[in-house]
């Protein structure tokens, strides 16, 4: 694992946004698998900014993303779709037809679920997979005691997941139960993995995933078994670490 400590919010979203950037200037066709919630933006918005001074360009690449909230339709404005148009696609020169994020609304979940892995295995797999991590140690929706070997399916969020999404939620409430998430084993198969994580409430997840036991426990720390993995920390995040 390699581990770049960055001295800011600022720097971490640069420092993801080139790497990412570099990956796409090396292979146009780059299949990427994509992250949201707030860890993610600064380097969308750098992405953005690289986009618009030219130095990268989308139009080629097919990109996946990790989870959608179940019964949440792309119009909500508190789904990963909206998310991902609003804060990235509808700034840069992607084509929609090349966008999969799992459908929230599906009305046959084992279906969808068993397509969105196929169609990844189908474009080749995926080159480069951005996660956040979750206080927890979740990586996209797998919580904790999730199996390794999971694959895309329909899973319950934890309580702190729920406590922790409730900020993009008009009420607590309002936020779903369960999601659509690719699972640990499917996220293992990316071919490099960049794992992003800013602020002190990610400090206990960094550790134990870094530096502790690899368990089912601490999803995240499954990466220590992975061959290539960057994880892009700001000082906040890295605090707990032993380096
Ligand atoms: P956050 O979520 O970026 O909003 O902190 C990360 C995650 O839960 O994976």
Redesign the pocket.
């Known amino acids: 694992m390699r581990v770049i400590i960055t001295d800011s919010y600022d720097q971490l979203g640069k420092q993801a946004a080139q790497l990412i950037s570099d990956s796409i200037n090396e292979k146009p066709k780059l299949v990427l698998g994509l ?6 933006l600064g380097t969308y918005k750098s992405l953005i900014e690289l986009h618009q001074k030219q130095q990268v360009s989308f139009k080629q690449v097919r990109t996946f993303n990790l989870d959608e909230y179940l019964g949440l339709g792309p119009d909500h404005p508190s789904s990963y779709h909206y998310y991902m148009y609003n804060n990235l696609f509808n700034q840069i020169d992607i084509n929609p037809d090349n966008v999969r994020i799992p459908k929230g609304l599906s009305e046959d979940l084992d279906t969808e679920c068993a397509d969105y892995e196929k169609e990844i295995k189908g474009v080749g797999g995926i080159d480069l997979q951005i ?5 927890n140690g ?4 797998n919580e904790p005691q999730t199996p390794f070997g999971s694959r895309t399916r329909v899973v319950d969020l934890a309580q702190e ?1 729920i406590e ?2 409730a900020r993009f939620f008009d009420n607590r409430a309002d936020v779903p139960r369960q999601a659509i998430s690719m699972g640990i084993r499917s996220i293992m198969h990316a071919r490099r993995i960049v794992l ?2 800013n ?1 002190a ?2 400090a206990w997840a960094i550790e134990r995933s870094l530096q502790g036991p690899v368990t089912e426990d601490v999803p995240a720390s499954v990466l220590q078994l992975h061959p290539d993995v960057t994880v892009v920390l700001d000082r906040e995040a890295a605090a707990s670490l032993t380096l």
């Open positions: 992250a949201t919630g707030s860890t993610p996660l956040g991590i979750g206080v979740h990586i996209g929706f997941t922790a999404n992003l994580a602020g409430s990610k």
